[in-house]
């Protein structure tokens, strides 16, 4: 038990979403939204989760947490089995893992103060009385926390800007003290001189805190300072998992690679020899996935045995996990952009 310190295990977790057709809507196939992922998250780690637009993040953050209904697999947390327990159970263990999501503007009730956004959960679960001083001196705390004016609970969202309302929904999801946090593209939607000002004060509370998070993005450059790993997800599955500079200097999957090649370097030599791999074409639907290892209809790399077999999610280093069947210990799955200059 003592070397286990995963504070959650994601086990082969899959969601489908039923297509339903015709007058009796007889279930006519399914989306593989999320499709046998596994990976672990250890406490107070930050692990990034990265992957265009539809492969699966926000699904897999939602069944991780049991918003949804997982189809299959299991989600371990503190060492207990969420598939397995009731509703009552869950209930109980809600307050220990929260969620952010990617607009602020969306998920605030513009109706509701401050004080009742961010004091809403602790009423919920019957842990303060609404109106009484131990509320106010709470939510007065969690402003604190998240860098804002206590005076301000008594305002409405649309007094705040982007990053304000960012941070109120942080404090929100602290209220309940969680040990782990599913943000869902959590600044994606504010301004790129606002975004690093959230991602500081998010890696600040987490060394303040010791809370864990699986932190979604569309793009590496997002995820590149927050994460301790990355893991990488193509139409619901995971193709690679590795520490975060393993991952921006090393990656073996051909998909991280064309991702990792999209990211800007600031020093200009390097920037200058950045062998560019852009991908072309839409990822496949998720409702009728290919055959053998679902990239390779995309993977310049693609070999007869991809389109058939399905490569196993496997450990090439230590903690350096990669689908893909030409990946070997000395990187044979490395794509070689010849210059054409
Ligand atoms: N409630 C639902 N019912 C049916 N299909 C769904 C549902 N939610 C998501 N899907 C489908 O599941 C797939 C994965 O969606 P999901 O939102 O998890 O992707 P994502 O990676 O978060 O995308 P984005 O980057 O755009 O947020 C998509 O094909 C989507 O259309
Ligand atoms: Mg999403």
């Not at 009730?109 to 009423?123: A, D, F, M, T, Y």
């Not at 998992?241 to 991952?247: I, K």
């Amino acid at each position: 038990m003592a070397e286990n310190t995963a504070l959650l295990q994601v086990i082969n977790l899959r969601k489908y979403f039923p297509i339903v057709s015709g007058m009796f809507s007889r279930q006519a196939g399914a989306v593989r939204a999320v499709d046998g992922i596994s990976f672990d998250i250890k406490r107070g780690e930050t692990l990034g989760m990265v992957g265009e637009s539809g492969c699966g993040k926000s699904t897999a953050g939602r069944a991780i947490l049991h918003l949804h209904k997982p189809t299959g697999g299991q989600v371990i947390f503190e060492g207990r089995d969420l598939t397995a327990m009731s509703g009552e159970e869950l209930r109980l263990l809600r307050p220990k893992m929260q969620m952010i999501f990617q607009d602020p503007y969306a998920t605030l009730n513009p109706r509701h103060s401050v004080k009742k956004i961010v004091g809403e959960p602790l009423i919920i679960h019957g842990l303060m009385k609404k109106g009484s001083g131990e509320l106010n001196d709470r939510v007065a705390e969690l402003l604190e926390l998240v860098g804002m004016d206590p005076a301000y609970m008594r305002r409405f969202p649309h007094e705040f800007s982007g990053g304000q309302r960012q941070r109120i929904g942080i404090a929100r999801a602290l209220s309940l003290n969680p040990d782990f946090i599913v943000c869902d593209e959590p600044i994606s939607a504010l301004d790129v001189s606002i975004q690093a000002q959230v991602v500081n004060l998010m890696q600040d509370l987490q060394e303040q805190l010791g809370v864990a998070y699986l932190f979604i993005a569309h793009d590496l450059s997002m995820v590149k300072h927050i994460s301790h790993r990355i893991v990488v997800m193509y139409l619901g599955k995971v193709m690679e998992l590795a520490e975060r500079n393993t991952l921006f200097d090393d990656p073996l999957h051909p998909y991280t690679q064309s991702l990792n090649s999209a990211v800007p370097t600031p020093n200009p030599k390097v920037e200058r020899a950045r062998q560019r791999f852009i991908l072309e074409g839409d990822p496949p639907s998720p409702a009728n996935p290919p055959s053998g290892c679902v990239f390779h209809t995309r993977c310049p790399l693609a070999v007869a045995a991809c389109m058939t077999d399905e490569p196993e999610f496997r450990e090439i280093h230590p903690g350096h996990f990669v689908a893909c069947h030409l990946a070997d210990e000395k990187g044979g799955s490395k794509i070689e952009v010849v210059s054409t200059r």
